[in-house]
C-alpha cells in the first residue's frame, strides 16, 4: 500500500462529517421539522416526532455503525485479510435463528423484560451461542487457531442458516414476514433503549482496542513479528475475538444484520489512513457511524410514503462504492510498475 499522506487532515473532515450528519439527520424526514420547531414551542406531535422518534434512531445508527465498523476491522486484523466482514464467522446467523425461534414460539411481540423486547434477547443469545461454540471449538491449546476459528465459523453460518429456512418453511405468511424483515436491518425504534443498551459494548470495545493498538498494528505485520517485540498473541487473538464478537452480537440484536458497514468502512479507512490502529480506531467512530446514519436517511426518503430496510442501502450503495475503491487502487498499483 502506497504511503498515507496527512491522515490528520483526513481524520478532520471526517469529524466535519460526523458534525454535519449528527445536527442535519434528525430534520430529515418525512414529517418536515425545522430548528424553530425545537426553541418557539412547536407542535407536541413535531417534538414528540423529533425526541423520541429521530433522536433515538439518530444514536442507534451512529453507535451500530461506528461497533460495526470497529468489529469489520478488528476481524480483519485476526484473520490478517481485508475481505473478513462481522459477519464471517456466522454470528449474525445465530442471531437470526434466535430471532425465528423468537417469532415461532409467539414470544417477538409480547415479552417484555427489563424494557428489552423478547426478539433482541433472543437474537442476542442466539448469537453469543455461536460465539461459545466458535471458541471451543477454535481453542488450541492455550491460545486460539485462526485456521480452525475461520473454518468453524463457516461451517456454523451454513448451519444455522439451515435452521433459519426450516423455521421459515415451518412457519405461516405473517411470521415468515416478519423474518424477512428482520433481516434486512433496520434503524427503527421508539425511545432511548435500544441505544442505551448498545452504548456499553461499543465503550468496551473502543476501550479494549485502544489499550491495544500497538499490539495490534505488530500482529497485522505477522505472528512471529508480534512475539519477537513481547506481544502475548495467544492472549491478544482471544481479546480482539470477543471484542469483535460481542460488538457484532449487541449490533445485530439491536438492529438485525445491517450488512457491508463493517466491510466498507474499514477498508476506506485502511486505504485513506494507513494500518495504524490507532488511526482506524477514531476513523471508524468517526466515519461508521454517520455513514450508517445517511444511509438511513436515504432509505427513509427515497420511496415516497414508505422507507426500505437500512440493510438493503447499505449494500446498494456500499457495493458500487466498493468495487470503485478496489478499481482506483487496481488502477493506481499498475500505474506504479
Not at 418536515?32 to 414528540?48: A, C, V, Y
Not at 448498545?198 to 498494528?217: H, K, S, T
Amino acid at each position: 500500500m502506497a504511503p498515507v499522506r496527512r491522515p490528520g487532515r483526513t481524520l478532520t473532515a471526517f469529524f466535519l462529517f460526523f458534525l454535519a450528519v449528527l445536527f442535519a439527520a434528525p430534520f430529515i424526514g418525512p414529517e418536515s421539522i425545522g430548528p424553530g420547531d425545537l426553541f418557539s414551542g412547536g407542535s407536541t406531535t413535531r417534538l414528540f416526532i423529533f425526541w423520541t422518534l429521530r433522536v433515538p434512531r439518530l444514536l442507534l445508527g451512529l453507535f451500530a455503525g461506528a461497533a460495526l465498523s470497529l468489529a469489520g476491522m478488528s476481524f480483519q486484523t485476526l484473520f490478517r485479510n481485508p475481505l473478513a466482514t462481522p459477519f464471517t464467522l456466522g454470528v449474525s446467523s445465530g442471531a437470526a435463528f434466535g430471532v425465528s425461534v423468537a417469532v415461532l414460539t409467539g414470544l417477538s411481540g409480547g415479552l417484555m423484560m427489563s424494557s428489552f423486547e423478547a426478539t433482541p434477547l433472543f437474537a442476542l443469545g442466539g448469537a453469543f451461542l455461536v460465539v461459545i461454540i466458535l471458541y471451543r471449538l477454535a481453542r488450541s491449546g492455550s491460545g486460539l487457531s485462526t485456521l480452525h476459528l475461520l473454518l468453524a465459523g463457516v461451517a456454523l453460518s451454513y448451519f444455522f442458516s439451515s435452521l433459519l429456512l426450516f423455521a421459515q418453511y415451518a412457519a405461516d405468511f405473517t411470521q415468515t414476514f416478519r423474518m424477512v424483515r428482520w433481516l434486512m436491518g433496520n434503524l427503527e425504534t421508539i425511545g432511548y433503549a435500544p441505544a442505551l443498551a448498545l452504548l456499553p459494548a461499543l465503550l468496551y470495545g473502543v476501550a479494549i482496542l485502544l489499550i491495544n493498538r500497538r499490539e495490534l498494528d505488530l500482529l497485522l505485520c505477522g505472528e512471529e513479528i508480534a512475539r519477537s517485540r513481547g506481544v502475548p498473541v495467544d492472549y491478544l487473538r482471544k481479546q480482539l475475538y470477543f471484542v469483535a464478537s460481542i460488538l457484532t452480537a449487541v449490533t445485530v440484536a439491536a438492529c438485525g444484520p445491517i450488512g457491508f458497514v463493517g466491510l466498507v468502512v474499514p477498508h476506506v479507512l485502511r486505504l485513506l489512513l494507513g494500518e495504524s490502529h490507532g488511526k482506524l480506531i477514531a476513523g471508524s467512530l468517526l466515519l461508521g457511524g454517520p455513514f450508517l446514519v445517511a444511509c438511513d436517511a436515504v432509505a427513509r426518503n427515497v420511496v415516497g410514503g414508505s422507507e426500505l430496510p437500512v440493510g438493503i442501502v447499505t449494500a446498494l450503495l456500499g457495493g458500487p462504492f466498493f468495487l470503485y475503491l478496489l478499481i482506483c487502487r487496481r488502477r493506481r498499483s499498475a500505474g506504479a510498475r
